[in-house]
């Protein structure tokens, strides 16, 4: 059973603060990578993807890969009450098919 | 950037009654589209992989014959409900990535909330 692990929360962070949010996954042969936001009662937008390891930087956002470890991270900088919200890891599993992790539950703390 | 149309976005009805859910992909062309459902609190799961002239591939444990999937171009599918029960009641998305770009993200419509009374 491929599985993606994250998490559930809620993660308290401070406005201003770095948000750190967390997934591993246990198909080895996983390449893509990426992190979802979703607002309550919305569909999920993407944020980040990721294909090799090490860093990748968007604006505020970034994603870390290790896939010896099997994990990947999205860090955000500066967080924002906007940012609350429930993060998706997502991982390919096959071809264009991606399995979801359950989700974190960011909370940004005015 | 992608634009994924999904239509409706609310249905309430009678339970019996059949529902189509369009997704359409407005800006590019999808041979794979992506039927998911959600339940509150819980997260994604995949119901069935559309594909443009063939048939659907569908995950282990939904009925084919109860939702039923037609991607009849390059830019819709449609997933139908047939006969919804309460107990289809749920937020169903679909999703759609580029032709012929491996690993693309998936870009998701914006949902559709199904209630059947």
């Known amino acids: 059973q491929k599985e993606v692990e994250q998490n559930s929360g809620p993660l308290s962070v401070p406005e201003g603060a770095i948000a750190s949010l967390n997934c591993t996954y246990s198909?080895?042969?996983?390449?893509?990578f990426f992190w979802y936001r979703q607002y309550s009662g919305k569909s999920p937008e993407l944020i980040m993807f990721?294909?090799?390891?090490g860093d990748k930087e968007d604006g505020r956002f970034t994603a870390q890969l290790n896939k010896a470890s099997q994990y990947v991270s999205l860090l955000i900088r500066d967080s924002q009450p906007s940012d609350s919200a429930t993060y998706l890891c997502a991982v390919n599993v096959e071809d264009d098919k991606i399995i979801f992790g359950k989700g974190t539950r960011l909370h940004i703390l005015p | 950037g992608a634009v994924v149309s999904q239509h409706p976005s609310w249905v309430i009805c009678k339970s019996g009654t059949s529902v189509k859910i369009e997704c359409r992909s407005l800006?590019?062309?999808?041979?794979?589209m992506f039927w998911y459902r959600q339940f509150p609190k819980q997260s994604l799961m995949l119901m069935a992989t559309s594909n443009e002239g063939s048939k659907a591939t569908y995950e282990q444990g939904v009925e084919k014959d109860k939702f039923l999937i037609n991607h009849a171009s390059l830019t819709l599918s449609t997933l139908t409900v047939t006969s919804a029960h309460p107990e289809d009641s749920s937020f169903y998305i679909c999703s759609a990535s580029r032709m012929k770009a491996d690993s693309q993200p998936q870009h998701f419509g914006d949902g559709t909330r199904l209630s059947i009374l």
């Open positions: 800006d590019f062309q999808a041979t794979t």
């Open positions: 198909d080895r042969g996983s390449q893509s």
């Open positions: 990721i294909y090799s390891n």
